[in-house]
């Protein structure tokens, strides 16, 4: 499985931006998706899961209200609609997913990961 993260760049405070992340090979049947993010000298962090059905989904309380994940199965994609970026915000954004319905905030959970998108905020 491949998965390529893109739409990361430089905004101002209190802009948007909007990720993508393509899967594509051998993708399980039904399979979990999410995002986490590293800042410079901090380890990764969880930032939001979507299930399968995009029934269920899962923020951290750093997002809470500000971002949206969302996914296309049709398109084998996820999303992350960010908006009032902080400068805090500012990390390399990655995608992840695992085989099977649960949703979860660990990434020790997930098989495969995307190279990452650079997302700098500005104050």
């Known amino acids: 499985v491949q998965l390529q993260a893109s739409g990361g760049g430089l905004v101002q405070a209190g802009d948007s931006l909007r990720l993508s992340c393509a899967a594509s090979?051998?993708?399980?049947?039904?399979?979990?998706m999410g995002w986490f993010r590293q800042a410079p000298g901090k380890e990764r962090e969880f930032v939001a899961a979507i299930s399968w059905s995009a029934g269920s989904t899962y923020y951290a309380d750093s997002v809470k209200g500000r971002f949206t994940i969302s996914r296309d199965n049709a398109k084998n994609t996820v999303y992350l609609q960010m908006n009032s970026l902080k400068p805090e915000d500012t990390a390399v954004y990655y995608c992840?997913?695992?085989?099977?319905?649960?949703?979860?905030?660990?990434?020790?959970?997930?098989?495969?990961w995307g190279q990452g998108t650079l997302v700098t905020v500005s104050s």
């Open positions: 992840a997913s695992k085989a099977g319905v649960v949703v979860t905030p660990a990434p020790r959970s997930y098989d495969y």
């Open positions: 090979g051998r993708t399980s049947s039904t399979y979990a």
